[in-house]
C-alpha cells in the first residue's frame, strides 16, 4: 500500500505570495491532518479533516486554510507569507480499525522557505 | 504554551547500553501518549504507545513507561543500535479526541555510536 504523498517536496517563495501544499493520504484513510514543524515551536497541529469537514483548527492565524476533497486528498494554503512561516509542513492520515484502534501515519513533508 | 516537553534537545549512547529518554506533559486531560522517531527528509514514524490507564507498554527493544502522578512518561531502548540514531517525538491526545490532533514535544535528538 503507498504512503501518504506530499506535494511538492520542497518549495521556495517570497514574502506577500500565497502557496498552496498538497497531501494525498493512504487509499482508505478518511481523516488528514496538517502540523508545521518548525525549530524552535516542534511540531504544531494546524487543522485536521474528516470526510470534507474540518474536525479541528490548531492556533494559527487564517491565512493558513486548508480543505479535504471527495476522495480525501487534501490542501493547505498560506496566503500573504511571512519569513516566519518558512517550516517542513507535515501531513498525516489516520484510519481506525475494526477494534476502534487508530492509527496515524506520516508523510515526508513539505519544506517551504519564504525569502 | 507547550503542554508537552521535552527537556532534553539531544542524548547521546554508546552502542549496546540503554537509551532512556524523557517526556513531560502539563494537562491531566492527556489519556493517550504516543513516541515517534524522524529521519532527516522522512515524515515521523510512529514507534510505540501508551494508554493512561496502563503504566508499562513493551514492543520488542522499546518500552514507555508512564507514570501519571508525575506526568512523566520516558522510552527505554535497549540496546540501543547505531540505526536508531534519530529525532524522537513524544506525543500526547486529548481524552475525547483523535490521533488527528496530537501535541507534540520538540523532540530530542538521540545519536549511537559504536
Known amino acids: 500500500k503507498a504512503g501518504v504523498t506530499q506535494t511538492p517536496r520542497y518549495l521556495i517563495k517570497t514574502r506577500g505570495q500565497q502557496v498552496t501544499l498538497s497531501c494525498s493520504p493512504i487509499?482508505?484513510?478518511?481523516?488528514v491532518s496538517w502540523y508545521q514543524q518548525t525549530p524552535g515551536q516542534g511540531l504544531q497541529f494546524l487543522f485536521e479533516y474528516f470526510s470534507e469537514t474540518q474536525r479541528n483548527k490548531g492556533n494559527f492565524p487564517g491565512r493558513f486554510s486548508g480543505r479535504q476533497f471527495s476522495n480525501s486528498r487534501s490542501e493547505m494554503n498560506v496566503s500573504t507569507l511571512e519569513l516566519g512561516d518558512s517550516a517542513l509542513y507535515l501531513c498525516?492520515?489516520?484510519?481506525?480499525?475494526?477494534?476502534?484502534?487508530?492509527?496515524?501515519?506520516f508523510g515526508p513533508g513539505t519544506r517551504l522557505l519564504v525569502l | 504554551d507547550q503542554q508537552v516537553k521535552q527537556n532534553s534537545p539531544s542524548l547521546s549512547v554508546q552502542e549496546g547500553r540503554i537509551s532512556i529518554l524523557n517526556c513531560d506533559y502539563t494537562n491531566s486531560m492527556f489519556d493517550y501518549f504516543l513516541w515517534y522517531k524522524k529521519y532527516p527528509a522522512e515524515g515521523p514514524t510512529f514507534l510505540i504507545s501508551?494508554?493512561?490507564?496502563?503504566d508499562k507498554n513493551e514492543d520488542g527493544r522499546f518500552t514507555v513507561f508512564l507514570n501519571k502522578s508525575a506526568k512523566h512518561l520516558s522510552l527505554h531502548i535497549v540496546p540501543s543500535q547505531p540505526g536508531d540514531s534519530a529525532v524522537y517525538f513524544c506525543a500526547a491526545k486529548y481524552r475525547g479526541s483523535t490521533l488527528g490532533r496530537l501535541y507534540f514535544g520538540r523532540g530530542t535528538q538521540l545519536t549511537v555510536w559504536p
Open positions: 498525516a492520515s489516520s484510519v481506525r480499525d475494526r477494534g476502534l484502534r487508530e492509527t496515524q501515519y
Open positions: 487509499s482508505g484513510h478518511r481523516s
Open positions: 501508551i494508554s493512561s490507564i496502563k
